[in-house]
């Protein structure tokens, strides 16, 4: 297949046919749009998208994986982080959900399996 012009629409198969060894399928390239980094429309019954967003899709997936996954607050009044304030709100979880485990009556006092030797 010939590469097409930069803005020339193609399917979603043929997207998938330029970059082979991204091992791209259509259902990631719709996942990816989803996301918000392929622009896709739909002509007819078929999806379509173009090199230039295909490009620009790799970008957008790079430029988010260099990003950082931790972040702090800066110029806290108690210069604690957002993870610290997590891990207290996750304890603070943690000790309500034990307490109200420890407070829940048994269900059933006795087992309600009735005697082999009674009959009806």
Do not use: W
């Not at 990816?32 to 790799?58: P, Q």
């Not at 702090?72 to 034990?98: D, F, W």
């Amino acid at each position: 297949m010939s590469r097409p012009d930069e803005n020339e629409p193609i399917t979603l198969a043929e997207a998938c046919e330029i970059f082979p060894h991204a091992k791209l399928t259509i259902s990631t390239l719709r996942a990816e749009a989803n996301r918000g980094h392929l622009d896709i429309f739909r002509l007819g019954k078929r999806d379509y998208t173009t090199l230039c967003s295909m490009r620009e899709m790799v970008s957008r997936c790079q430029e988010e994986s260099r990003r950082r996954d931790s972040t702090s607050t800066r110029n806290a009044a108690n210069g604690s982080s957002e993870t610290a304030q997590a891990s207290s709100a996750h304890a603070a979880l943690k000790r309500t959900v034990t307490a109200l485990k420890a407070g829940l009556p048994r269900i059933s006092g006795k087992s309600t399996r009735r005697n082999a030797d009674q009959t009806h």
